[in-house]
């Protein structure tokens, strides 16, 4: 290992691609403690000492940003923008043809859905930089803190001050998505997904001395030997796949033979990744938008249905709210594997090229048996993907963790995916300048 680690210091390009991957990160972290025009930083911090903390849509956004949203830096959006028009874009293929025959024209159509995801990561940076404005204006970024300066974050209550913060955190979002795309043509792994692993990893280590302040440094080591079982038990779930073997008959095109090979279809356990996570923690996030719109003037009480969804929707270690998150979750695996992996279109490919699964006629047999498959491999891998996500709402019940417990939800899916993705594109270029690759 010490030996492989030592060739890729010695290899000058691969050298040189992680120096400029490095340099990038350090750069995007630096960004996110810049703090954005008007921004009174002494009082952001305050409000971070006293421990104030946000919940719902904020905390998915402030884990993707590495904390630079209760920052309010220059950085403060992150990658989210870039991560909801991804999806977005992905979802208009079923509603739109045109974008689907994008799709299926290969280089250049993939291009122009990238700029089409470019436009709409601007204009969704617009959005969520004007409604971060508005909500740190009226006092309610940090929740329920009790802290007086988390009521006066913003120094300038001009239009123009507001105008000129929209334009510097939508072009961040601008800058960290040419960031992400620099790393992805000129460093090693896809940018836009280290990106997110560092901000991630930089919660880390915030989150787990919270569990040693809470409660005590034995509690802090169990957590620690309980994380390193799940971190196992989910490389082991993200590596699993059903493979479908497939043969390709032998065919003739002029003197040459084309085809009588053997190969498989790859169905992944957990083939929506963490998508689904994302959807439900976002829609679990309007019923307690909708409350809060609705609050009575001073001296009312509110209405019956707002106080049940105070109660019920509005923390993470309410019975009800794991039970809803937990179906959503499942829910949303089923219709984004749907979306994703069409199994008429890839039996269609199987035949135009020759191909059968053994013991299963060409055609819509074909269809048939790959739906078959996939609906029960997703299955598992639904209910793997709710357990996870539960994992820091639990923590949260019991060791008084917050909802960015490293350990578990979309925090731990990424660290994983994307580390074992990067490991193995860095093993694959060393084993193109060496017989021996950085895995064993």
Not at 129 to 148: K, M, P, Y
Not at 171 to 185: F, K, P, Q, R, V
Not at 236 to 264: I, L
Not at 389 to 398: C, E, H, Q, V
Request: charged share 10%; with cysteine.
């Amino acid at each position: 290992m010490f030996r492989a680690v030592a060739r890729i210091f010695r290899t000058p390009d691969l050298r040189r691609k992680i120096g400029f991957t490095l340099g990038i990160v350090a750069l995007f972290r630096l960004g996110s403690f810049i703090p954005a025009p008007f921004v009174d930083y002494a009082n952001v911090q305050t409000c971070l000492a006293g421990n104030a903390g946000t919940s719902g849509l904020y905390e998915l956004v402030n884990l993707f940003s590495g904390g630079a949203l209760l920052q309010l830096s220059v950085f403060a959006l992150g990658i989210m923008p870039y991560i909801t028009a991804s999806i977005i874009v992905q979802l208009l293929r079923v509603v739109i043809p045109h974008f689907e025959t994008l799709y299926k024209e290969g280089q250049a159509g993939q291009a122009k859905l990238t700029q089409y995801t470019r436009y709409l990561t601007i204009a969704l940076g617009v959005l969520q930089s004007t409604t971060l404005i508005t909500v740190t204006r009226s006092g309610a970024l940090f929740g329920a803190s009790g802290v007086a300066e988390c009521s006066q974050l913003i120094s300038d209550p001009s239009w123009y001050a507001t105008l000129l913060m929209v334009i510097t955190m939508t072009a961040g979002t601008g800058l960290i998505m040419w960031m992400g795309e620099l790393i992805t043509e000129r460093g090693i792994g896809n940018g836009m997904s280290l990106l997110i692993f560092t901000s991630i990893a930089a919660t880390f280590p915030s989150a787990l001395w919270s569990i040693a302040v809470a409660e005590s440094f034995e509690i802090f080591l169990v957590v620690i030997a309980i994380g390193l079982v799940i971190m196992t038990a989910v490389v082991f779930v993200e590596q699993s796949q059903r493979r479908v073997p497939v043969q390709y008959a032998k065919r003739m095109v002029g003197r040459r033979t084309y085809g009588g090979n053997n190969t498989y279809i790859p169905i992944k356990v957990n083939m929506a990744g963490v998508i689904p996570v994302i959807f439900a923690s976002s829609l679990l996030y309007l019923p307690a938008l909708i409350a809060q719109f609705n609050q009575p003037a001073s001296g009312q009480s509110p209405a019956e249905w707002v106080v049940w969804i105070q109660n019920n929707f509005t923390s993470g270690d309410n019975p009800l709210y794991m039970a809803v998150y937990f179906l959503l979750i499942i829910g949303f695996t089923y219709f984004y594997v749907a979306i994703t992996f069409n199994p008429e279109e890839v039996a269609e490919n199987m035949k135009k090229y020759g191909g059968f699964i053994p013991g299963i006629r060409a055609g819509r047999p074909t269809a048939e048996y790959l739906d078959y498959v996939l609906t029960r491999v997703t299955l598992p891998g639904s209910i793997y993907l709710g357990i996870v996500a539960l994992i820091p709402l639990i923590a949260l019940a019991t060791v008084g963790a917050n909802q960015n417990f490293p350990f578990g939800g979309a925090s731990i899916l990424i660290i994983v995916g994307v580390g074992l993705e990067t490991v193995k594109q860095i093993d694959a270029q060393l084993q193109q300048r060496h017989y021996e690759g950085l895995l064993r």
